[in-house]
């Protein structure tokens, strides 16, 4: 059981960096540009994010995370030293990526890239884009939380899971 733990903390503790380290990425690189003078560069972001874009890469991710953070909810549940970061990591990852996207970021994602250009004014365009990227912050903050608080769970896991060295039967020295 040792292992399947260790692994599974390993793997959600990465899948979970990426997911932040993602999220970082487009703040830095793909958000100044998209959100730069809405409605044109809401267009040009639809131009330019033809063949990829973040919805062919989170979604897939976030299942990953949320179906690999239950199992490691249950499987640390009876660890109490652990158990509270990874369900904390669990209900920040849900709040901030799964409710809050479905509530606050995918219908004014509708409206910005999948409404047809010339549907919305482009001062309902700007307030749009203004909302979308205030509750950005909430986002990384929850990616962040979750990020930090399972690589906490992995190392208190690995601190406190790792055999301890036998004693010598005659010297009660570490071998």
């Given at each position: 059981m040792a292992k399947?733990?260790?692994?599974l903390l390993i793997a959600l503790t990465a899948a979970a960096t990426v997911s932040?380290?993602?999220?970082?990425?487009?703040?830095?690189?793909l958000y100044p540009n998209i959100f730069l003078d809405p409605p044109q560069s809401l267009v040009r972001a639809r131009e330019f994010l033809v063949a990829?874009?973040?919805s062919d890469f989170f979604p897939p991710l976030g299942l990953a995370i949320i179906v690999l953070g239950a199992v490691a909810v249950l499987t640390t549940w009876r660890r109490p030293g652990i158990r509270?970061?990874?369900a904390g990591a669990a209900a920040a990852y849900l709040c901030c990526e799964l409710v809050f996207s479905a509530v606050w970021f995918w219908p004014r994602n509708e409206i910005m890239f999948v409404d047809p250009v010339g549907t919305h004014s482009a001062q309902f365009l700007r307030t749009t884009a203004e909302e979308?990227?205030?509750?950005?912050?909430a986002r990384l903050a929850g990616g962040a939380a979750t990020a930090a608080l399972l690589f906490t769970a992995l190392v208190r896991w690995l601190r406190t899971s790792r055999p301890r060295p036998a004693l010598h039967p005659r010297t009660d020295r570490i071998r």
């Open positions: 399947l733990v260790t692994t932040f380290g993602a999220i970082l990425g487009e703040t830095v690189m990829g874009s973040p509270w970061y990874v979308f990227v205030a509750g950005h912050w």
